[in-house]
């Protein structure tokens, strides 16, 4: 399954977990570092990754990345069928496969993940007391 995950580059990855978290996202601790914080939705997740660390990255950009439970080796085999470059990376995080696309020539990501959209769905409901805040009327 192919999940749609945008990383943003930022300089304060706690202020901007609590941001996305105020918006509805689940902080997934489990595959969170200091550097990055993943938060889930019911369609998809986004990345929060210091952008200071990023090898470049500018902060307030941001990546189109995408997590799958496909072998990387499966996708880079598909993307040279269809005629696509692309690198497979080994990172400091673990491998991932960067792709240009021809039209824009921006950089894509994808990254190997172990957690399906019903999963962070089911995680959602059970955190959800946690991560509701009251506010004043």
């Known amino acids: 399954m192919l999940t ?3 990383i943003r580059y930022v300089t304060d990855v706690e202020a901007s977990r609590h941001f996305y978290a105020g918006l509805g996202l689940i ?3 489990d595959v969170s ?12 997740a986004v990345g929060i990754h210091d952008a ?11 990546e189109l990345g995408f997590a799958t439970d496909e072998r990387l080796e499966d996708i880079a085999e598909r993307l040279a069928r269809s005629g696509y470059d692309y690198d497979l ?16 020539a921006s ?10 959209p019903s999963e962070a769905r089911q995680r ?6 946690r991560n509701c805040r009251q506010h004043g009327a």
């Open 52 to 62: 200071t660390v990023s090898q470049g990255r500018v902060p307030g950009t941001t």
């Open 33 to 44: 570092v200091g550097v990055w914080a993943h938060l889930a939705a019911d369609a998809g």
């Open 89 to 104: 990376v080994d990172e400091n995080f673990g491998r991932s496969i960067r792709v240009t696309d021809p039209l824009t």
């Open 4 to 6: 749609v995950l945008p």
């Open 107 to 116: 950089s894509s990501r994808f990254r190997r993940s172990t957690t399906s």
């Open 124 to 129: 959602r409901r059970e955190e959800s007391p």
């Open 27 to 29: 902080f997934e601790p």
